[in-house]
């Protein structure tokens, strides 16, 4: 196993360790904490000479910077180097418009990663005290609700929402740990994500036009549109991730903006966005067990429909009361919007039913609105993107197959992602759109089918006789477009670009 050191707090702003070799600040020389760690490095490896470069310290800062001092302002020397740390990586992360960072603790070595477009990349390494020590501290940390006492064998929940540590824009940072296996370290390791909660299309204007800016079809704007003119309950799905938060959002602010005479209220564990127009009660809890946390939730929905509410936002359904709820404001002529997890949209009624909800009463008259499923797809830079006609040979026998059979003779039409160039920052890919399934319950036949839980026939009744698009058709056109390459497609999808005649037996 090759030699990683650990590199003391002492040392950590003045000391690297860069392909199998030192890299130190000159002033360094004599200092005892590096004459321990280089006798560390002699008895481990049996080598006497010290692999190490020294630098001028005016060279050192310029070549590898100093860590953590750059981060602290001449007034304001007291503030932790975790504090300091933490705001810089947020304002990098919003910078490059990150949903999320996760920072890795293996032992030896750290390592901090942002997922943009979709795509997790590797933003920069830290060793392993410095990656132990930031974790423990963003988790126990003044600015963290956690409230948690740090241990590497336990998982964390928790959220910072204090404005003094958040850049412009970001509503709050949602927190979650896992202790995970190291093979180079007798204990865990740890898994810090964190998920950055601000809405990243920044979509304004009408409810058509907010859609259309997430990449909903005109159609399905349409749809979505007349869901919002009816009570009832509207249920968005999708993987964690991929926009239900946002789209929902979009939907609440221009339907507050729009009728202003209703009153709109949003219950949600807790709020990841401001909603503007929108009273948004907060149920975060502290509390440790399921069924505590699902008693302060029900109790807070009980009590928000004391307050005189029209449209109401459900943040997610978790439980079989919080569904019963739901569907009881919606028969008594509320408008209810809500997420679940489910892979489709007509999966949304079997993972309804799954909490133990019977479809008669999902599916009851005057319930259901609408359905709505989606998945983010990254968009591919113009100015960079390859055609794929001088790539053809270069993709996976598999993915030429399917897209011979689902896009034949559209060769010319189709992108990849490129190298990157400065209009994208490097990425290939500029922004995220939806791929979606939208599905208003109108048809009475379609209800019918719900109502007998026959959801393959629903499904195809829906194809057929509706005219329906799935998300891997909606997918498919944006390929086509040249807008998304397949090959991401595919990873973003979870399934192949050919799933849909592989579900119909075609």
Same mark, same amino acid.
């Given at each position: 196993m090759p030699f990683i050191p650990s590199i003391p707090e002492t040392l950590a702003g003045r000391l690297r360790w860069q392909q199998d070799s030192f890299h130190a600040s000159a002033e360094l020389k004599g200092n005892m904490a590096l004459d321990s760690l280089f006798a560390q490095f002699t008895e481990q490896t049996g080598q006497l000479i010290i692999p190490c470069s020294w630098y001028p310290p005016s060279d050192f800062e310029q070549k590898f910077g100093i860590r953590y001092s750059r981060f602290l302002s001449s007034d304001d020397k007291n503030r932790s180097w975790v504090d300091a740390y933490l705001m810089n990586l947020l304002a990098r992360a919003m910078e490059k418009k990150a949903s999320d960072i996760h920072i890795t603790y293996m032992g030896p070595y750290a390592q901090v990663a942002f997922r943009r477009m979709g795509l997790l990349m590797e933003e920069e390494p830290l060793n392993g005290e410095e990656g132990l020590q930031l974790i423990r501290g963003i988790i126990q940390g003044h600015f963290s609700q956690s409230e948690a006492s740090f241990s590497t064998h336990e998982r964390y929940d928790g959220r910072i929402a204090d404005r003094k540590y958040l850049p412009d824009g970001l509503f709050a940072v949602r927190l979650h740990s896992e202790p995970i296996q190291s093979p180079l370290i007798p204990e865990p390791g740890v898994c810090l994500a964190m998920r950055l909660l601000f809405d990243a299309t920044s979509a304004t204007g009408t409810l058509h036009e907010r859609l259309s800016a997430l990449g909903f079809t005109p159609q399905q704007q349409d749809m979505i549109h007349g869901f919002t003119e009816h009570s009832g309950l509207t249920v968005v799905s999708g993987p964690t991730g991929h926009g239900k938060s946002t789209t929902l959002k979009n939907i609440m602010e221009s339907m507050a903006q729009n009728v202003s005479t209703r009153s709109y209220w949003s219950l949600e564990d807790p709020p990841e966005y401001t909603i503007i127009g929108v009273r948004q009660a907060n149920v975060f809890t502290k509390a440790s067990t399921t069924s505590s946390r699902k008693q302060e939730f029900e109790d807070a929905l009980a009590g928000l429909m004391r307050s005189d509410p029209d449209i109401l936002l459900i943040g997610e359904i978790r439980y079989r009361e919080?569904?019963?709820?739901?569907?009881?404001?919606?028969?008594?002529?509320?408008?209810?919007?809500?997420?679940?997890?489910?892979?489709?949209?007509?999966?949304?009624?079997?993972?309804?039913?799954?909490?133990?909800?019977?479809?008669?009463?999902?599916?009851?008259?005057?319930?259901?609105?609408?359905?709505?499923?989606?998945? *983010?797809?990254?968009?591919? =830079? !113009?100015? /960079?993107?390859?055609?794929?006609?001088?790539?053809? #040979?270069?993709?996976?026998?598999?993915?030429?197959?399917?897209?011979?059979?689902?896009?034949?003779?559209?060769?010319?039409?189709?992108? *990849?992602?490129?190298?990157? =160039? !400065?209009? /994208?920052?490097?990425?290939?890919?500029?922004?995220? #759109?939806?791929?979606?399934?939208?599905?208003?319950?109108?048809?009475?036949?379609?209800?019918?089918?719900?109502?007998?839980?026959?959801?393959?026939?629903?499904?195809?009744?829906?194809?057929d006789e509706m005219r329906g698009q799935t998300h891997v058709s909606h997918a498919l056109a944006r390929i086509e477009a040249g807008e998304v390459d397949p090959a991401i497609a595919e990873e973003r999808l979870g399934v192949t670009l050919d799933y849909n005649r592989a579900f119909q037996g075609a």
């Open positions: 919080s569904a019963e709820s739901a569907i009881s404001a919606a028969t008594t002529g509320h408008g209810v919007w809500t997420t679940v997890h489910a892979n489709s949209a007509i999966g949304i009624i079997n993972r309804i039913h799954e909490m133990g909800i019977e479809t008669s009463s999902i599916c009851g008259d005057n319930v259901l609105n609408g359905l709505i499923y989606q998945r *983010l797809l990254p968009i591919l =830079c !113009p100015e /960079c993107k390859k055609p794929l006609r001088n790539h053809w #040979k270069e993709l996976p026998r598999g993915l030429r197959q399917r897209l011979t059979e689902v896009l034949p003779r559209k060769k010319n039409r189709i992108f *990849l992602r490129g190298e990157g =160039c !400065p209009r /994208c920052d490097g990425m290939g890919l500029i922004g995220q #759109k939806v791929a979606a399934e939208v599905i208003p319950v109108t048809d009475r036949k379609f209800l019918e089918l719900l109502q007998q839980n026959r959801l393959s026939d629903a499904r195809k009744y829906w194809l």
